[in-house]
């Protein structure tokens, strides 16, 4: 797969639970600044709090790293980048939940890549050449021009 | 997130909790926690409050979940055993929305969460505090 061009807005932070606020406001804040919808704006941001916390919780098992958050518009749509260093996952794998299945049976495990797909259009993954996950989230949005203002 | 607790009296007594800000993996424990108390103080009914409730993760999934199966009489996973035990939890709620706790005004994302992860029939959503209170 060819390197990916490097997209215009990046944060770098550490692998902290703390720090799933400091992605969402970044995210939040670019996103709202390139004139996404409010809609894409949500969704995105329910999707990479999810790809976080599983990044943090299962990929560095509370162990210190690093995330770098790089994001930008492509082709119509709002895009998420996220490199991390953690062991190789590749989440577009984990089979989808049985959402019809009872309570009793169902576990929870897996749900937080299930409301990814839900709230994306798109979610790939690669290792990087140099080694780690990269994981890029792609939801479609309506964009407001400057002269809509 | 904050967290408040007003009680109310329909035809059993009903803890209101409300849940102001974002419930995430960052806060989806003191949730647990603060039902924890309620029940051990006896609160059998709780009518959470979502309508100030900013933003909902798979975490505050887990907490919504863990608090029915707490008010089954059940117990709860520990927070202490860490996300991998909580995310666990195969235990059930059994068929149908949940008698003992019931959602208030959930936004309208927050909801769309609830409905994408198909909880929505687990848990009976008022959009009335009174009515709300008087159905359990």
């Known amino acids: ?46 999707a990479v709090e999810e790809a976080t916390a ?28 996220l490199r991390d260093q953690a062991l190789p996952f590749d989440p577009t794998r984990v089979p989808p939940p049985d959402l019809t299945s009872p309570l009793e049976t169902r576990r929870f495990g897996g ?13 790939t993954y690669r290792v990087m050449p140099e080694g780690g996950n990269e994981l890029t989230l792609r ?11 | 997130m904050k967290l408040s607790v007003n ?12 849940v102001q800000g974002d419930l995430d993996a960052t806060s989806y424990q003191e949730l647990i926690a603060k039902a924890q108390e309620l029940y051990r103080a006896g609160t059998r009914h709780i009518l959470l409050d979502l ?5 909902v993760s798979s975490s505050g999934l887990v907490a919504l979940h863990s ?8 117990q709860p996973p520990s927070p202490e055993d860490g996300w991998a035990a909580i995310h ?34 687990f848990f009976e959503i008022h959009t009335d505090r009174a009515s709300a209170i008087n159905s359990f």
Request: net charge neutral; hydrophobic share 40%; glycine share 8%.
């Open chain 1, 54 to 81: 599983n990044i943090i919780f299962h990929g560095y098992h509370g162990q210190p790293g690093n995330i770098e958050i790089e994001m930008g518009q492509e082709q119509g749509a709002l895009v998420v980048r």
């Open chain 2, 51 to 55: 309508s100030q409730t900013t933003f």
């Open chain 2, 7 to 18: 009680s109310a009296q329909g035809r059993v007594p009903v803890a209101v909790v409300g």
């Open chain 1, 111 to 123: 749900l937080g890549v299930h409301l990814i797909r839900q709230f994306t259009d798109q979610m």
């Open chain 2, 88 to 121: 666990s939890v195969g235990r059930g709620l059994g068929a149908g929305p949940q008698p003992h706790v019931k959602l208030l005004n959930p936004q309208p994302k927050v909801d769309r969460v609830l409905e994408k992860a198909g909880l929505k029939e």
């Open chain 1, 1 to 46: 797969m060819p390197e990916p061009p490097r997209m215009e807005f990046s944060l770098s932070v550490s692998a902290e639970v703390a720090n799933l606020a400091v992605i969402r406001r970044f995210v939040e804040e670019i996103a709202t600044s390139l004139r996404a919808d409010r809609k894409a704006i949500d969704d995105m941001l329910q």
């Open chain 1, 139 to 149: 939801k479609n949005a309506k964009w407001t021009s400057q002269e809509d203002k």
């Open chain 2, 67 to 74: 608090i029915a199966l707490l008010l089954k009489g059940d």
